[in-house]
């Protein structure tokens, strides 16, 4: 259970600051003129759609994770672990061939600032987090308060990196090279799958 707590944790962390979640909204908003508390507003209203569809197909699985504990006895402690373990891989060979997580790609043309707005929440909506669902996976294994906590921290921990994220952005405090860092974090993203997965074999 710690394993699987600190390694969700670790993902919400990497998830908070990739630049693909927030970016995209950043540079809408100031292409659009809005200023730094309209952009916070619609970068928190769309982070929270990111977040609950991203946790509405974690509950899903965590009903299955929760059928399979029953009826198959090696899933929590053999099964649950290889699945991450080879999710772990998949991501480090995405990284390899340079493909990125999920892209919000949004077309904004001469619209009405609604149509803008609307248009940002619904494809982050539609991009839901994959990486990060296995743990609900597993997490339904384990109890459902630990799912609802694992909800909550995620939840949490992506839509308040977002805004932290978007307002030093914003003032221009942190200049980074974010294209690298949103390659990077496909390894970073696989690596922490396969400790994981490992880790948890041993200890669950």
């Not at 259970?1 to 809408?28: E, K, R, T, Y």
């Not at 308060?145 to 932290?164: E, N, R």
């Not at 993203?189 to 997965?197: A, D, E, M, N, S």
Request: aromatic fraction near 12%.
């Amino acid at each position: 259970m710690i394993s699987v707590f600190i390694g969700s944790l670790a993902l919400s962390l990497l998830h908070a600051v990739i630049p693909n979640h927030w970016l995209p909204l950043l540079a809408i908003g100031r292409k659009e003129g809005w200023g730094l508390g309209e952009v916070l507003r619609v970068t928190f209203v769309a982070g929270l759609a990111h977040a609950f569809s991203t946790v509405l197909i974690g509950v899903l699985l965590s009903l299955i994770g929760h059928e399979l504990a029953v009826h198959i006895d090696d899933f929590t402690h053999i099964i649950g672990p290889a699945i991450l373990v080879l999710l772990g891989l998949y991501f480090v060979q995405q990284h390899y061939r340079h493909h990125h997580f999920h892209l919000h790609k949004t077309s904004i043309g001469k619209k009405s600032k609604a149509a803008v707005v609307a248009a940002l929440i619904i494809a982050m909506f539609l991009s839901p987090c994959m990486e990060i669902e296995a743990y609900f996976l597993l997490a339904g294994t384990k109890g459902w308060y630990f799912l609802a906590a694992i909800a909550l921290m995620y939840t949490i921990i992506t839509v308040t990196g977002m805004l932290i994220w978007v307002r030093i952005a914003y003032k221009g405090v942190l200049k980074l090279n974010w294209h690298q860092w949103e390659h990077n974090a496909g390894i970073i993203t696989g690596v922490v799958l396969i400790v994981t997965g490992i880790v948890s074999f041993f200890i669950s």
